[in-house]
């Protein structure tokens, strides 16, 4: 089975820090994606790649950037984190037009 | 752009009972639908991947079924157990959209014992 980690289950930071997300997974998928999902919200696209060094924005780009330099490792980055940005953040893989696996999520707190 | 919709937004009923959970999307030039499972706090599980071509798939108590040209689909569970509590979200990946899919909003269901 394709497995997808995340490195953190809960993190609290501090407004104004930079916070790095971390997504590894072991399958030699192309896709990966991070969402992020707020109550009444739904999951709403932050960025995605489709290869090493790729990246696209998704729905909700402000305040993120992005680092793919190995195809397993994707990294979510908070440049100036912000209350706004506390959320539950999910990462995914995929290959081409099959299905997506998640990894468990991290439940980020900025305070 | 793409819709999904899932109705209701939750759904309560006593164990042993045989539920249907709706989902719609409204443009149905797709490449799959896929429906996940996700319980409090916790990551998406995939539950069935149902390929444009294919009309249903199965997995032990789970049945989810595709009608494009309509656009719905609906995931079945037989014999429900309090352990199927979880909210339940089905997303699309339409045609053209570079493998991003479009997710529903889900439907939280639980199963009184």
């Known amino acids: 089975d394709v497995k997808v980690t995340q490195s953190s289950r809960y993190l609290v930071k501090r407004t104004g820090e930079k916070v790095f997300l971390e997504c590894v997974q072991d399958?030699?998928?192309?896709?990966m994606f991070w969402y992020r999902q707020d109550p009444g919200l739904g999951l709403r696209l932050i960025y995605f790649?489709?290869?090493?060094?790729?990246?696209e924005k998704g729905d909700i780009p402000e305040g993120y950037s992005v680092s793919r330099e190995k195809k397993e490792r994707f990294s979510l980055i908070l440049e100036s984190a912000s209350t706004n940005q506390t959320s539950m953040y999910l990462c995914?893989?995929?290959?081409?037009?099959?299905?997506?696996?998640f990894g468990s999520g991290t439940r980020l707190t900025i305070v | 752009k793409q819709e999904v919709t899932q109705i209701p937004a939750a759904l309560s009923v006593p164990e042993g009972e045989n539920l249907v959970l709706n989902c719609s999307f409204t443009?149905?030039?797709?490449?799959?639908l896929q429906w996940f499972r996700q319980d409090p706090g916790k990551g998406l599980t995939s539950l069935l991947l149902?390929?444009?071509?294919?009309r249903e798939q199965t997995s032990g108590r789970l049945n989810a079924s595709l009608d494009k040209s309509s656009g719905r689909s609906t995931l079945y569970i037989a014999a429900s157990q309090p352990g199927d509590s979880a909210t339940y979200l089905c997303?699309?990946?339409?045609?053209?959209?570079?493998?991003?899919?479009?997710f529903g909003k889900g439907i939280t269901l639980s199963v009184r014992p």
């Open positions: 149902i390929q444009s071509s294919q």
């Open positions: 995914a893989s995929s290959y081409a037009y099959y299905g997506y696996t």
């Open positions: 399958m030699d998928h192309e896709n």
């Open positions: 790649s489709y290869d090493v060094k790729m990246k």
């Open positions: 997303a699309v990946m339409r045609t053209g959209a570079n493998s991003k899919l479009t």
């Open positions: 443009d149905s030039a797709i490449y799959n």
